[in-house]
């Protein structure tokens, strides 16, 4: 059996996904075939987000059932992270008030500041 997990990921899937050891290596198993990398996703703050992840440990991050895996070259799963709410829904408030077209409200809402670029 080729080893897909560390004894870490273990111990943070039963603490943030809430699996047990069998149901968490059935998920990174699915995560390793299954998940996206950065390149999949269409919106700059989740891949910023993604890109940010990589670069604090060195290593690929894959999405996959609203958890991000920390995956090593060699394909083991090292840990994973449970996504922040805005990753994988659409913006619809902007404070109080519902934004009513999203494309107008980034046209003129622009943040030139990147808040993941290294000074």
């Known amino acids: 059996m080729i080893m897909t997990m560390t004894m870490h990921s273990i111990e943070r899937a039963k603490e943030r996904a809430g699996k047990n050891p069998r149901a968490a290596e059935h998920m990174m ?7 996206k990398d950065k390149s999949m ?16 440990c060195g290593c690929r991050a894959l999405v996959y059932n609203d958890h991000c895996f920390i ?7 090292i840990t994973l992270y449970e996504l922040p709410g805005w990753f994988t829904h659409a913006k619809r408030y902007d404070g109080r008030e519902r934004i009513r077209n999203r494309a107008k409200f980034e ?9 993941f670029r290294a000074a």
Do not use: H
């Not at 198993?29 to 998940?35: E, F, S, W, Y």
């Not at 703050?45 to 604090?56: D, G």
């Not at 090593?72 to 799963?77: A, F, L, N, T």
């Open 29 to 35: 198993r699915n995560a390793l075939a299954r998940g």
């Open 41 to 56: 996703f269409a919106g700059a703050e989740q891949r910023r987000w993604l890109t940010a992840k990589e670069n604090a």
């Open 71 to 77: 995956v090593s070259r060699e394909k083991v799963v």
């Open 107 to 115: 046209k003129f809402n622009r943040i030139d500041a990147d808040p």
